[in-house]
T-cell receptor, first 113, second 112 residues
Framework: EADIYQTPRYLVIGTGKKITLECSQT?????MYWYQQDPGMELHLIHY???????EKGDLSSESTVSRIRTEHFPLTLESARPSHTSQYLC????????????FGPGTRLLVL | GEDVEQSLFLSVREGDSSVINCTYT??????LYWYKQEPGAGLQLLTY?????DMKQDQRLTVLLNKKDKHLSLRIADTQTGDSAIYFC????????????FGRGTSLIVHP
């Protein structure tokens, strides 16, 4: 059972609002990831972090930003939400040697009106 | 580069076996994974196999790996309606590579 949490689970918000999607894990994993997924579609890596104060952009360009101030916490922020940001956002984490398997949170479904 | 291919849909009758197939291109892949995603949820790890294995069985799940053909399959015995979901295949290289490459997912539909 994966101990990785995301809040909120669902969010409906108006265009132009600033939002932060929360992700926390209690497994002590040093690596964390954000994926964007449209319903029933493939996963797109948008951000990842290999440790505190380390963040990288993923394969899919995203207007979001991330921070990694604490090992267990990897929030994603959209400064000004747009309808094109409507999607599901999945957070994942993985550990060091022998623990490289990714575990996923339940996801946040975002709808921007 | 890495690429993972899966068929998009599979429909089976309840009680039959399901076989979901996946092909990958990178012969250096060391770890291969199967994840299950139910509607509106995250990905749940089902099982994984190391590239030095040919088969792995876990209750109703059987994973077969053909390294020569770079082909991975997931067999679900006695498929139930609760198995209806999207199944993602993923590969990951070893040696410090932490980010897996995911397929597009196979939507399994189980009908009575």
């Amino acid at each position: 059972e994966a101990d990785i949490y995301q809040t909120p689970r669902y969010l409906v918000i108006g265009t132009g609002k600033k939002i932060t999607l929360e992700c926390s894990q209690t497994m002590g994993h040093d690596k964390m990831y954000w994926y964007q997924q449209d319903p029933g579609m493939e996963l797109h890596l948008i951000h990842y972090s290999y440790g505190v104060n380390s963040t990288e952009k993923g394969d899919l360009s995203s207007e979001s930003t991330v921070s990694r101030i604490r090992t267990e916490h990897f929030p994603l922020t959209l400064e000004s939400a747009r309808p094109s940001h409507t999607s599901q956002y999945l957070c994942a984490s993985s550990g060091g040697q022998g623990q490289e398997t990714q575990y996923f949170g339940p996801g946040t479904r975002l709808l921007v009106l | 580069g890495e690429d993972v291919e899966q068929s998009l849909f599979l429909s089976v009758r309840e009680g039959d076996s399901s076989v979901i197939n996946c092909t990958y291109t990178d012969s250096s892949s060391t770890y291969l994974y199967w994840y299950k995603q139910e509607p509106g949820a995250g990905l749940q790890l089902l099982t994984y196999i190391f590239s030095n294995m040919d088969m792995k069985q876990d209750q109703r799940l059987t994973v077969l790996l053909n390294k020569k053909d770079k082909h991975l399959s997931l067999r679900i015995a006695d498929t139930q309606t609760g198995d209806s979901a999207i199944y993602f295949c993923a590969e990951r290289l070893g040696g410090g590579s932490y980010i897996p490459t995911f397929g597009r997912g196979t939507s399994l539909i189980v009908h009575p």
